[in-house]
């Protein structure tokens, strides 16, 4: 990594944060059926934006010389340390709404629990949402963990421009297909329980091709570059507002993805970087449990307090302030701590095999080892 790059891209963790407030503004609608259609916007592909980040991020920061059981252990390993505590105390959250009868609508078995429970709920392995309906998304990105190795054996060794056509054939074929399997006439950006995995892996590979041009990117990197990646997100973000795209808004995330990362790489720390990077930290947990305080929280709040659908707005900017709080104290107190707990297993497996290797390694090439590690 050069010293010029960013070796977090904080204007992206702020694309995140956007984004998963986006969607919870597309559930908070829900609570009136008299919300103005102004608010009905397409936020839920939002979520697609997620995949196309996490494939960006997570091959971005992949060492180039991972290989083995060890290394794909390893790997596994981080990433459930960054998805599993929070999704493991959002379903607890739901066992506990439902126990009490706060959610009347959930169709929520016991054989739900063990999906959920497996992060299989997105696998098509049942024909409705269950629990935390939005940890579908985290099923689906669970399977492009799995199965995230290959998908980088596949990219390292191919040109661009062919991993670019397989991306847009993934999506032609998983979007416009009309394939069966999807439960819903929206196809490939409706899919959730119904294969929903399926709808993650062209934007995660997508966002492993885009780390690939980024890297590839050092000519463009200018701090000038960072405005036309804010532009094109701000876009995407207008014509999730107008009309339902999904293709130009893939095209948008897309491109606000590699351009903003560009710019920012010409930074030596992006103005600001500190807030953004602690409102990026909050992305997750507003994304996780979100429609938990929606239903025990919002909606309560809502028919309380006795609003007029022309006072959604309001309601929505002070509701997403108290998410927004409540989701960086999770981060503080809850999420990073079980995240640091559970990755100093994969740093332990990682310092005992190389005192293996080095007690293994003959006296004579010990030089030679020090200086590769």
């Given at each position: ?268 720390e992006f103005p600001g970087a500190r ?34 659908p022309d006072q959604f707005g309001l ?47 003959p006296v004579r090439f010990e030089n ?6």
């Amino acid at each position: 990594m050069e010293a010029s790059e960013a070796r977090r891209f904080v204007v992206l963790d702020f694309y995140r944060f956007v984004a998963a407030l986006g969607v919870f503004i597309f559930h908070l609608k829900l609570i009136d059926t008299g919300i103005s259609p102004a608010w009905n916007g397409s936020y839920g592909l939002f979520v697609d934006m997620f995949f196309i980040l996490s494939g960006f991020v997570i091959s971005y920061s992949y060492p180039s010389d991972a290989r083995g059981v060890a290394a794909y252990s390893r790997f596994m390993i981080r990433r459930i340390a960054r998805i599993y505590p929070l999704h493991l105390l959002s379903l607890l959250i739901f066992v506990v709404l439902i126990g009490v009868g706060l959610e009347r609508t959930a169709r929520s078995t016991p054989l739900d629990f063990l999906y959920n429970l497996l992060l299989l709920q997105a696998w098509g392995v049942t024909d409705h949402l269950s629990f935390n309906s939005p940890s579908w998304s985290i099923s689906a990105e669970f399977f492009c963990y799995l199965i995230f190795p290959l998908l980088m054996l596949l990219a390292r060794k191919m040109q661009p421009i062919v991993l670019g056509a397989i991306v847009a054939a993934l999506y032609l074929v998983l979007a416009h297909g009309h394939l069966p399997i999807w439960q819903e006439r929206s196809q490939m950006y409706g899919a959730n329980f119904d294969y929903g995995m399926l709808r993650a892996l062209p934007s995660f590979l997508n966002g492993i091709l885009l780390a690939i041009l980024f890297r590839m990117s050092h000519p463009y990197r200018h701090k000038r570059m960072i405005f036309a990646g804010i532009g094109t997100f701000g876009l995407s973000v207008l014509v999730l507002n107008v009309f339902a795209k999904p293709d130009l808004a893939i095209l948008l995330f897309s491109c606000a993805i590699l351009l903003t990362a560009v710019g920012e790489s010409a930074f030596k720390e992006f103005p600001g970087a500190r807030l953004l990077g602690r409102l990026g930290n909050t992305s997750y947990a507003i994304y996780m449990l979100h429609d938990a305080i929606l239903i025990a929280v919002f909606k309560p709040l809502w028919i309380w307090l006795g609003l007029r659908p022309d006072q959604f707005g309001l309601f929505a900017l002070a509701c997403c302030a108290v998410l927004t709080i409540a989701a960086d104290r999770t981060y503080a107190y809850f999420e990073n701590p079980a995240r640091r707990f559970i990755n100093r297993w994969a740093d332990i497996g990682a310092t005992s095999s190389r005192k293996r290797a080095a007690a293994d390694t003959p006296v004579r090439f010990e030089n030679t080892e020090r200086a590769v590690n």
